[in-house]
Nanobody
Framework: VQLQASGGGLVQAGGSLRLSCAAS????????MGWYRQAPGKERELVAS???????NYGDSVKGRFTISRDNAKNTVYLQMNSLKPEDTAVYYC?????????????????WGQGTLVTVSS
């Protein structure tokens, strides 16, 4: 299973970006999906998550500005980021809890994308 993230880049404060992350491979189903970020010198933190049923959860610093969504048919999760601030600058990582079935064995595995850099200039 691979997660391919895209959509990062350089944007001015107040601008918008949309991140995408597509999962591919031997996927039976995907449970939770989410976005995390890590700024230089800081720990990785949750940005937003979404369940297979569409329930969402956001980090306090992005509530009201970011929106997470997913397309289950495409195994893809999106992050719409509006009103970006310089403090949103970080590498953004997507995450997926993937149900894998091999014969009679079914198990859930945690996968991460490669990270995409978002830089917000002041």
């Amino acid at each position: 299973v691979q997660l391919q993230a895209s959509g990062g880049g350089l944007v001015q404060a107040g601008g918008s970006l949309r991140l995408s992350c597509a999962a591919s491979g031997s996927i039976f189903s995907i449970n939770g999906m989410g976005w995390y970020r890590q700024a230089p010198g800081k720990e990785r933190e949750l940005v937003a998550s979404i369940t297979s049923g569409g329930s969402t959860n956001y980090g306090d610093s992005v509530k009201g500005r970011f929106t997470i969504s997913r397309d289950n048919a495409k195994n893809t999760v999106y992050l719409q980021m509006n009103s970006l601030k310089p403090e949103d600058t970080a590498v953004y990582y997507c995450n997926a809890e993937v149900q894998v079935v091999a014969g009679t064995i079914s198990d859930e595995y945690d996968y991460w994308g490669q990270g995409t850099l978002v830089t917000v200039s002041s």
